[in-house]
């Protein structure tokens, strides 16, 4: 592959986070690179989606530590991770019903729009132009998705496998440095879970944009992921090259049960 | 055949980002909007402007600023009736407390003093939703019916506890016929539809609708919550405001706190949830329904009850009035929640297609 994976973008060190006495993460470190596929894989109610929360600050541990680019973050709300360039799609997909695909996508642009409420109100001037700008930089995304042909259709018509698209559209419509997919392929067909393979190495190789990625296919999280990490009840019990991970006794105890 | 988009074609993006796309669409609503001004001042007599088309148009406004706060945020209000009494006792207070006060800016900071209003009863929906904002906004109705009841600054040291306002004018223009009054209540309504709708189709209205379906989501995509919630709730308030002040100075000309109860809060809801929730077309049909259908019924039942030989006394109609809007508020609640305004679209639809639908 040409791109060229750099330094740590996001380093976790020591995340533990409980829910009154459920602990949801005990003591996880690992750390994404800039530019990488970094998959989280794991049995259910490992963990996972909790880890995603918790990188872009719908869930504050109450232990460890997060750096962002080398610097400490400290808590913050999700809207503040967003504006930090964080995205993510969601595993029960969350678009906005009552809205069209253009509509959805369009909101993921909301951080780069700045014009004022007043002349949102008269649609003037610079108010327009900036919609006009965004809508130009949507229109991209969405021939990239290749959705022209439902962009006006609101998105509760619309089938599973498109409304995972358009998510993955909202979410790239920030133009984020580090993309969180929550189980984009969950429930799909072969030929739609092999379009989504393709936009997120394409998103990945012409983006550059890094990749954390929770799938439960092991055949895509093998062939798509630089590295992978495995959680299982909160802990974290491989991380490393997929094919190191598939040949770790405790990966295979935990995904396929003691006395194999 | 006559609603077509064929061969309308838009090659920029400022083309397809109009209020309306489709050029039948725009002629009509035009039509619509030039006969409001030049035909019906002179078909329309006395009884219809001060008894149909000026309560039609105010609570029109009302109706939209609740259908933003409602239908397009998502945050239920129960202190519409409120924030139309803080409107009216705000902009009777500007006009009358400085000197030279224009009649359009006493209004117009009415509406202001509303939005702030709404801002404040708003924060409670930062951390509680549903029926416990309702609740919450409730509160604001009670607050208000006190306060201008109790509080005589608020009234001028009024010893009957009424206001009144007389004498409006707009640059020398003198409004007093019922014609006239309608021409200035559909100046305002035109032009706050309007914001209306270029605020719903712009980014401050995709957070709304963001907030509104999804707001974990809208969160993790960079809205601020507070921001959106209580932005909803100024313009909201503005709206509710701006209307419940030309209620008192154009509709009533004097008025008191009764003009303003809860009973207008619901009045208002109602018409939002008949009309179409996060519809601008159906604020005004929902305020339509909602004025003309008790005075059809007023008209309609004794007369039925005559051909049936039968004497319907006033009493009657008015009980049978409650038990008609009830039902059909709970007829549309089941079969057509998103209103008045929803069948229209399914009818538009469907006429795109006709007679081929296939």
Not at chain 1, 40 to 51: Q, W
Not at chain 1, 81 to 93: K, P, V, Y
Not at chain 2, 116 to 133: A, D, K, N
Not at chain 2, 227 to 234: E, M, Q, V
Request: include cysteine; hydrophobic fraction near 50%; aromatic fraction near 10%.
């Amino acid at each position: 592959m040409s791109r060229k994976i750099g330094d740590v973008i996001l380093d976790l060190q020591n995340i533990s986070l409980r829910f009154g006495g459920v602990k949801a993460l005990t003591d996880i470190s690992f750390d994404i690179r800039e530019h990488e596929v970094r998959a989280i894989i794991g049995p259910n109610g490992a963990g996972k989606s909790s880890m995603l929360n918790v990188i872009n600050g719908v869930y504050h541990p109450q232990e460890g530590k997060i750096f962002y680019r080398g610097a400490e973050r400290k808590k913050m709300e999700p809207h503040m991770a967003a504006s930090t360039g964080i995205a993510r799609t969601f595993q029960n997909i969350a678009l906005f019903k009552g809205m069209s695909v253009l509509d959805n996508i369009m909101t993921g642009r909301t951080l780069k729009m700045k014009s004022n409420m007043l002349l949102q109100a008269m649609w003037f001037g610079p108010a327009q132009k900036e919609e006009l700008a965004h809508r130009r930089k949507v229109e991209e995304i969405i021939d990239f998705l290749e959705i022209q042909h439902i962009r006006k259709t609101p998105v509760g018509r619309l089938p599973y496998g498109l409304q995972k698209r358009v998510d993955l559209g909202r979410a790239l419509a920030m133009e984020p440095q580090i993309l969180l997919l929550d189980e984009p392929m969950a429930g799909m067909n072969v030929e739609e879970k092999q379009d989504m393979c393709r936009f997120i190495l394409d998103v990945n190789d012409q983006f550059g944009t890094t990749i954390v990625l929770i799938e439960h296919d092991m055949g895509v999280v093998m062939d798509i992921s630089d590295r992978v990490v495995v959680l299982d009840y909160g802990k974290k019990i491989g991380d490393g090259l997929p094919d190191e991970v598939r040949s770790s006794p405790e990966v295979i105890k935990a995904y396929l049960g003691a006395g194999h | 055949m006559l609603y077509r988009e064929n061969g309308q074609f838009k090659t920029t993006y400022a083309a397809d980002q109009q209020i309306f796309t489709i050029a039948q669409d725009k002629w009509f609503v035009l039509g619509i909007v030039a006969f409001a001004f030049l035909a019906v001042p002179m078909l329309a007599d006395e009884y219809m402007f001060r008894a149909i088309l000026i309560p039609f148009l105010i609570l029109s406004l009302a109706a939209l600023g609740v259908n933003l706060l409602v239908g397009y945020c998502g945050q239920i209000t129960l202190g519409a009736g409120a924030f139309m009494a803080v409107g009216a006792y705000a902009a009777y207070n500007f006009l009358i407390r400085i000197d030279g006060m224009p009649l359009i800016g006493a209004l117009l900071l009415g509406g202001l003093t509303s939005a702030g209003m709404g801002i404040l009863f708003g924060i409670p929906s930062l951390r509680v939703r549903g029926l416990y904002l309702a609740v919450a906004t409730l509160a604001a109705q009670f607050f208000c019916d006190w306060a201008f009841l109790r509080i005589k600054w608020f009234t001028n040291d009024s010893s009957s506890g009424s206001v009144s306002v007389s004498d409006l004018s707009v640059f020398g223009w003198v409004i007093d016929s019922p014609a006239e009054k309608y021409l200035f209540c559909l100046g305002f309504i035109v032009v706050f539809a309007v914001i209306a709708k270029n605020m719903t189709r712009a980014t401050i209205g995709r957070q709304w609708m963001a907030i509104r379906d999804m707001d974990v989501a809208a969160e993790v995509i960079g809205i601020r919550p507070m921001y959106a919630k209580l932005s909803a709730f100024a313009v909201s308030s503005f709206f509710v405001g701006v209307a419940g002040a030309l209620w008192g100075f154009v509709h009533l000309g004097s008025w008191e706190p009764a003009a303003f109860s809860v009973d207008r809060s619901f009045q208002l809801l109602f018409m939002v949830i008949i009309g179409g929730l996060g519809s601008i077309l159906g604020s005004f049909v929902g305020a339509a329904f909602i004025v003309i259908l008790p005075i059809f019924l007023n008209q309609f039942l004794p007369a039925l009850g005559g051909l049936l030989g039968l004497h319907i006394s006033t009493a009657a109609v008015s009980h049978a009035e409650l038990i008609i809007f009830g039902s059909l508020i709970v007829f549309f609640l089941i079969v057509e929640p998103h209103g008045l305004a929803r069948l229209w679209a399914i009818a538009k639809e469907k006429l795109r297609l006709w007679p081929f639908p296939h």
